[in-house]
Nanobody, 125 residues
């Protein structure tokens, strides 16, 4: 599957952005989808993930209550709505697809099989 992320940009602290990830192929609903982010010089960090059906979501603690992940299996898209953005949210954001559905593995980037190109989110103070 090929993934294409979009929606990054520059926003002031407290603002919102909506990231989208479009997937090719007819097997989108068989993948757990995740968002990760990376600051240059640092390791890639788990942000959020969503189960195949969309019924279960997972978040890293620092974004809980501010970010919402969702998916539309009919449109092969996954979205990350980011509200109340903080300067520390500044990073390149990546969407990824995983065949594993194990809750213990989906927070680990090595569990993901496919990655899209990143989209840069910059939050100014």
């Amino acid at each position: 599957v090929q993934l294409q992320a979009s929606g990054g940009g520059l926003v002031q602290a407290g603002g919102s952005l909506r990231l989208s990830c479009a997937a090719s192929g007819r097997t989108f609903s068989t993948y757990v989808m995740g968002w990760f982010r990376q600051i240059p010089g640092k390791e890639r960090e788990f942000v959020a993930a969503i189960s195949r059906s969309g019924g279960t979501t997972y978040y890293t603690d620092s974004v809980k209550g501010r970010f919402t992940i969702s998916r539309d299996n009919a449109k092969n898209t996954v979205t990350l709505q980011m509200n109340s953005l903080k300067p520390e949210d500044t990073a390149v954001y990546y969407c990824a697809a995983a065949t594993t559905g194990s809750p213990s593995l989906i927070r680990i980037d090595r569990s993901y099989d496919y990655w899209g190109r990143g989209t840069l989110v910059t939050v100014s103070s």
